[in-house]
């Protein structure tokens, strides 16, 4: 089918195969291909480029996504709609759909397979609100060799991922391996059912590997965050916490969100 997101098209295979969104997996159908096509524009995919889409959906944002890209690899954990997408993407001779639970994809492996192909990997997604976070960390720490995440999020989570100011494991997990930005924002009226709230496109450009000693630092350290990084850390260091802290010039009373991603990155030399 040709633009699967323009509205009547849309409704006509939700209505054809008796498809409701679902709560449970936290589904918002876009129906607006001018949108579409402005957050593919978002991104750096060209002919030599995989892209590896997670929760398809009807097929919308794959369906142009296979346009700009050489192969376009979907995940989608509802196997409701496997006779829907067979028949909006019949055409898509480059899209491939695999029904699994993307949280359960061995990432690096998947991409390692792909760059014997091409030489770009983008992660693009219309995510979830619930799952955004788990998402994104499940790529980050992953370590796959990945060249770009673009992703559809909550705006004030996107807004909250890209101030400097705002500080949580997942952003000095993304401060890490690369640079987040605000791409776009997009209207809740565009998609099906309307959420209450508008989305963004947030683009991370991955930088450098990922080093899983700071999932450990981190957790412990946000393990009570009003508590002093000292307190927090002592369920790591035990007996030699003030000292590690002291020689990595850290102030033992700050607490886990006035650190800097340096200075956590210090302590995992600790490790």
Sequence with gaps: MKD???????????????????????QNFLIDLNVIQKIVACTPIDQQTCVIEIGPGIGALTEQL???????????????????LEESLNECLNVEIIFQDFLTVDLKQIVNHYRQQYSKICIVANLPYYITSDILEHIITSQANVDSIHVMVQKEVALKLTDASYHS??????????????DMTVSKNVFSPAPRVDSAILSIMMEKTYNPLLTQILKQAFTQKRKTIYNNLKGLFLENTENILNECGI?????????????????THYL
């Design 251 to 267: 102030d033992l009373k700050k607490r886990p969100e006035q650190l800097s991603v340096e200075d956590y990155i210090k302590l």
């Design 66 to 84: 296979s346009y700009q890209a050489g192969h376009v690899v979907s995940y989608e954990i509802d196997t409701r709609l496997k006779a829907v």
């Design 169 to 182: 494991p997942l952003t000095f997990m993304i401060e890490s391996i690369g640079q987040a930005s605000l």
């Design 4 to 26: 699967i997101a323009k509205k009547a098209n849309t409704m006509y295979l939700l209505e054809k195969y008796n498809m409701k969104a679902t709560k449970k997996f936290g």
